[in-house]
């Protein structure tokens, strides 16, 4: 049998097969490329929680800023018109916020501001997986006291 007829003979998709030696590289390749992308979806989605968990972590520290921020000297105020912090109970107002809102933090308070900066743990599901299980998000807000001017 000749070159030609045995060529006739052979099936075309065994003709294929024998001249080429990359199957199956396809699928790894396909199952690679999958994998790849699902982590990457998985740290996209894990770096917005985070970001979400700062705007929240911010908010919290700027409300109990402002609560602190409430407590002024009313004695002072009413004697001399002047509005001023009483820094203690400042403090005080900003520490039982963060208490309430199951945060921790530190307090600095005088007669004419507050600021906190509090520190709360995020969990980070996808970052789970990876031995992460939290993540801590410090943010910090300032607040100053503020009257009614006109009445």
């Known amino acids: 049998m000749t070159a030609a007829q045995h060529h006739r003979h052979v099936p075309a998709a065994q003709r294929l097969a024998a001249g080429r030696r ?3 590289y396809a699928t790894v390749w396909t199952a690679l ?3 790849i992308l699902i982590i990457l979806a998985g740290l996209i ?3 917005g929680v985070v ?3 700062q705007e929240r972590g911010y908010d919290l520290a700027q409300a109990a800023a402002r ?3 409430q407590e002024i000297d009313l004695t002072l105020l009413r004697t001399d018109g002047q509005v001023r912090l009483d820094p203690a109970r400042a403090s005080a107002a900003a520490r039982q916020f963060l208490t ?3 945060a921790t933090g530190t307090v ?4 004419g501001s507050v600021t906190v900066t509090a520190t709360t743990r995020q969990p980070t599901a996808m970052l789970a997986h990876l031995g992460v299980d939290t993540v ?3 943010a910090t807000g300032r607040a100053t006291p503020v009257t009614d001017a006109t009445g």
């Open 22 to 24: 990359d199957d199956g």
């Open 33 to 35: 490329t999958g994998f």
């Open 45 to 47: 989605v894990a770096a």
């Open 51 to 53: 970001f979400g968990a």
């Open 67 to 69: 609560a602190g921020a």
């Open 100 to 102: 309430r809102a199951g």
């Open 108 to 111: 600095t308070a005088t007669t």
């Open 136 to 138: 801590a998000v410090t």
